[in-house]
C-alpha cells in the first residue's frame, strides 16, 4: 500500500501525471471539529491508471487543488457537498465541472442520499470498506488500514460514474443532473449567507420580521467571530442562545447577561459585538425587513394537495420525491399571502428542469383546492 504523497517532489511529480487527465475520482477525509472550518487531513484521487493519497499535513496541497480545479476538467465526487465546501473555503478554489455520483443515482431511480457502498454493490457488484468510517484521520502516521479505506472511497468512481451517466442519458435525465451538477462548482452554493443560515434555526419561523432581522445580524456576528477566532460557531453562542437574543433584543450588557446561556466569558469578549447586531437589527427599516422562513408545521388543505402532486409525478418518473421538491419548498407559499401566479412562482423558488415540470400543476391544486 503506498504511502501518503508527503514531500513537494512527490507532489509536482503527481501534478505532471495527471496533466492529460480529463476526468478524476476525487474525495477528502476531515476533522470537523476544535475549529470554524473542517480540518483537511487527507485527498485521495484516482484516474483509470493510478489511485493515490496526499498527506496535506506534510506538504502543501495547493498546487495540486489548483491543477485538479484546471478548466476542461471533471472531479467525480460521491456526495460532494462537503468536499467541495472545503476547496472553496480553504483554497478559494472550485472544479471547472463535476460529477456527482450520489445525486446522479437520485436521476437514476435510487434513494436521494444513497450511501457509496451500496451504489457500488448494486451497480458494479463490489464491495467497499466500512471499517474506517469513524477513524480519527488527524493521527499520524496513518494506517495501511485507514490508506487502503480512503483509497477505496475513490477507486470505483469513475466505472460508476460512466456507469450512471449511460443511464441517465438512456433515460433523458442527463440535462437535468448537469442543471443540479452545476450548481455544485458555483461559489454562491458554498458561501455561508447568513440569512439562509438563519432560515435554517428551528425556531426563526415563529419569529416576527423584526426578531427575524436581529437574529439574521445575530447569526452574522457569530461567522465572523468563529471566523477570526477560528473555533467552533457553537463556542460563541449556540442556535438557541441567538434565537433567544432575538427574542428578547437586549440593550445593555446586563439584560444581555440575563438572557442566559451565553457565559460570562463571551459576554466579556464579545458582549459589544452581539449588542451591536442586534441594535442593526432593530433599526433595519421596515421595508427591508427579511421574511422569516415558512412555518414547519402547515395545516392547509391546499399543501396536501401539492404534495399530492409532487409525489404523483415523481412516481410516474421514477425519480425520489424530494429531488423534485423538498418540504421546505412546498410550505414556501404559506409564508404569507399569494395573490396571483407569479408570487407563487416567487415563493416557489423553483427554477430550470423543475419549474417546468412542476410550476403549472402546483398552482393548479394551490388555486383549485379549499383552503379549509
Not at 177 to 194: G, K, S, W
Request: overall charge positive; hydrophobic content about 45%; aromatic content about 4%.
Amino acid at each position: 500500500m503506498p504511502a501518503p504523497i508527503a514531500t513537494v517532489r512527490e507532489r509536482e511529480a503527481l501534478i505532471a501525471r495527471l496533466a492529460d487527465t480529463p476526468k478524476i475520482a476525487f474525495d477528502t477525509e476531515f476533522h470537523p471539529e476544535g475549529s470554524y472550518l473542517p480540518q483537511l487531513m487527507l485527498l485521495q484521487l484516482a484516474t483509470d491508471e493510478f489511485a493515490a493519497t496526499l498527506d496535506p499535513l506534510a506538504v502543501d496541497p495547493a498546487p495540486l487543488v489548483e491543477a485538479l480545479c484546471a478548466p476542461g476538467r471533471t472531479l467525480v465526487l460521491h456526495a460532494a457537498q462537503a468536499d467541495l465546501a472545503i476547496l472553496h473555503s480553504r483554497f478559494g478554489r472550485l472544479p471547472a465541472r463535476v460529477f456527482d455520483t450520489q445525486l446522479a443515482a437520485a436521476f437514476a431511480g435510487h434513494r436521494l442520499q444513497e450511501s457509496l457502498a451500496t451504489l457500488v454493490h448494486q451497480r458494479l457488484g463490489l464491495e467497499v470498506s466500512k471499517g474506517q468510517r469513524f477513524t480519527d484521520w488527524s493521527r499520524r502516521p496513518l494506517s495501511e488500514r485507514q490508506i487502503r479505506y480512503a483509497l477505496g472511497d475513490v477507486q470505483p468512481l469513475l466505472a460508476l460514474a460512466r456507469d450512471l451517466e449511460d443511464e441517465l442519458r438512456r433515460r433523458g435525465r442527463l440535462a437535468w443532473f448537469e442543471e443540479d451538477a452545476a450548481r455544485l462548482t458555483a461559489a454562491a452554493t458554498h458561501e455561508r449567507d447568513p440569512l439562509e443560515l438563519a432560515r435554517r434555526i428551528r425556531g426563526a419561523e415563529r419569529l416576527d420580521p423584526r426578531a427575524f432581522a436581529v437574529l439574521v445580524e445575530l447569526v452574522a456576528t457569530r461567522e465572523r467571530l468563529a471566523e477570526t477566532r477560528d473555533v467552533p460557531r457553537s463556542r460563541i453562542a449556540s442556535n438557541a442562545v441567538l434565537l433567544e437574543l432575538a427574542r428578547r433584543q437586549p440593550t445593555d450588557r446586563k439584560a444581555l447577561t440575563a438572557t442566559g446561556g451565553l457565559p460570562n466569558a463571551v459576554v466579556r469578549r464579545h458582549g459589544e459585538a452581539l449588542l451591536a447586531a442586534i441594535a442593526r437589527g432593530r433599526s433595519r427599516d421596515a421595508h427591508s425587513l427579511p421574511a422569516p422562513p415558512p412555518p414547519r408545521r402547515v395545516t392547509d388543505p391546499r399543501l396536501d394537495a401539492m404534495r399530492a402532486v409532487v409525489r404523483t409525478l415523481a412516481a410516474s418518473l421514477d425519480l425520489p420525491a424530494e429531488l423534485l421538491a423538498n418540504a421546505a419548498t412546498l410550505r414556501a407559499p404559506f409564508a404569507s399571502p399569494i395573490p396571483d401566479r407569479a408570487a407563487f412562482a416567487r415563493a416557489l423558488g423553483l427554477t430550470g428542469w423543475r419549474a417546468e415540470l412542476l410550476l403549472e400543476p402546483l398552482w393548479r391544486s394551490y388555486t383549485e383546492t379549499p383552503a379549509h
